[in-house]
Structure formats: structure tokens, C-alpha cells
């Protein structure tokens, strides 16, 4: 079963910017729409940001809208999550998910396989 690493969190200030990446061990991963999951102390999973199979088709959750951008490098079965102006709000584990199908979805249901996460914690 593919796998699914997640690297580049870290500490910033508020507004500064990460970029997270997600690295599948398996190409058929690229058949696969993907998204971007975050889950803070206490709170409950929410959606992030999604991307289809393609590339070319993305959608972002309303809070992180105009701050984050997802891509996908398809040759290097490779995701990433360019977060900027960060705020201490989005705090939280991020964990990329390959979803069940081509078409980008933003309900964690409609995803198969997780990563374990990385953490981003934004200072105030």
C-alpha cells in the first residue's frame, strides 16, 4: 500500500510562510486526487486545501483561502502546501491524504490514506 511522508513543518512568526510537502512511495498515487488535512489541539479534523489528479484543479477551505496554494509535482509523485501570511490560528498537525478518486473532495470521508503528519506551530 502506497505511503504517504509529509515533511517541512516547523515554528514561524505570524505572517511569515512555510511549505509543507507530501512524497508518496508509489506512482500510482498520481491516478489520485490529493488534499491537505489539519487537525489543532483540541479541535476537530478540518479540510485544507485539495488538488485533482490533473493538477489543475484545486480547492481551498474559506479560512486559508488566498494565503495557501497546493500543487502537485506528478513526476515526483510529490504534493506541497505553500502556507503564507501565516497566523496563530492555523497551528495545528497537517496530514496529506490521497483521496479515493481523480476529483478533488473536501470531506476527510472521501479519503483513503493518510500520513502521519508534521507540525506547524505559527508564534503570535
Known amino acids: 500500500q502506497v505511503q504517504l511522508m509529509e515533511s517541512g513543518g516547523g515554528l514561524v512568526d505570524h505572517g511569515g510562510s512555510l511549505t509543507l510537502s507530501c512524497r508518496a512511495s508509489d506512482s500510482r498515487v498520481r491516478n489520485y486526487a490529493m488534499g491537505w488535512f489539519r487537525r489543532a489541539p483540541g479541535k476537530e479534523r478540518e479540510f485544507v486545501a485539495a488538488?485533482?489528479?490533473?493538477?489543475?484543479?484545486?480547492h481551498y477551505a474559506a479560512s486559508v483561502e488566498g494565503r495557501f496554494s497546493i500543487s502537485r509535482d506528478i513526476d515526483k509523485d510529490t504534493i506541497y502546501l505553500q502556507m503564507d501570511s501565516l497566523k496563530p490560528e492555523d497551528t495545528a498537525k497537517y496530514y496529506c491524504a490521497r483521496g479515493a478518486g481523480g476529483t478533488w473532495r473536501d470531506y476527510a470521508g472521501d479519503y483513503e490514506i493518510w500520513g502521519r503528519g508534521t507540525q506547524v506551530t505559527v508564534s503570535s
Open positions: 488538488v485533482d489528479r490533473s493538477g489543475h484543479s484545486t
